[in-house]
């Protein structure tokens, strides 16, 4: 009776496969619920010191944008900050939403570790980032030019984020 | 005279004299049954950060800005699941304590009851079938005639 061996075994085997993946996923990582959903509407008025805020109509003039939640207080964010440059020095178009920050701090960031965003809102109080679905800085979306977002990603990017996830996004999204 | 005020400073932070209106700090509403009725959709949304704790349990900054929405929200006169509604658009079916029975989570709401019922079945298969495979055995010689001694052969019943 083989049966009696082999039957153990594969519930075993996929017992162990299963938990196996779900070790490998992380659990601060949230299924974005805004994926494939138009941006929210929203005006937000640029940090202090510079004149472009940022606002739904400018994520949807017909170019694919990057849209970049950060914060100065945020250390992950300046991690990812110098890749943020680079993408903007390729010429992506690369926005920034200043969530929950001291204005002369957030202008000050910019000023010292370079400005990649062609426009920057300062959500004072979080609100519109939660209209995102923003849930901890630094969070990256990418919005095709009519203002759906297409892609979204969680914590700090690496290099291989932008080349194997925004870049890919980006050129869905001018599709 | 530092000490003094070094002691008598703490005894106004420990006994709670924070300033009013200050950042940090939940405005309950004024209407007391709008404000019971914000912290029971509270106690349904779960915390982002900490995952889980409800936000009316959460410390965390986004819990705190979520719990004034909901009031907010109340307080424009939604009902409780427009406001539920209001937070799940921007964050998904992830925030429900509660989640819903969907084809989404069938995997979540069928899996444990499908195991134990799988679990189950086999062990009653295993108990049906080892019954048999275990006859008793003949006693041996010797121990027929232990037995034969301890009981006596005379009061065996004829």
Redesign the interface.
Known sequence: MHLRFVLPLVAFVLLAGALGVGLTLD??I?????KGKSVPDFALPPVAGRTLGLASTDLRDGEATVVNVFASWCVPCRVEHPLLVQLARQGIAVHGLNY?DAPERASNWLDTLGDPFRRTGADL???VS????V??VPETFVVSGEGTIVEKHVGPLSPEDIAGKIVPALERARR | MRPLLAALALMAIMTGAAPLGAIGVDVPLADPVLEHRARTVHKLLRCLVCQNQSIDDSNADLARDLRQIVRERIQAGDSDQEAIAFVVARYGDWVLLDPPFKATTWALWLGPPVVLLLAGLGVGIYLRRRRPLVPPSPLSAAEAARLKRIVGAGRHPP
């Open positions: 659990p601060r949230i299924p974005s619920a805004m929950k109080d979080g609100r939660i209209d995102w679905g849930y901890g």
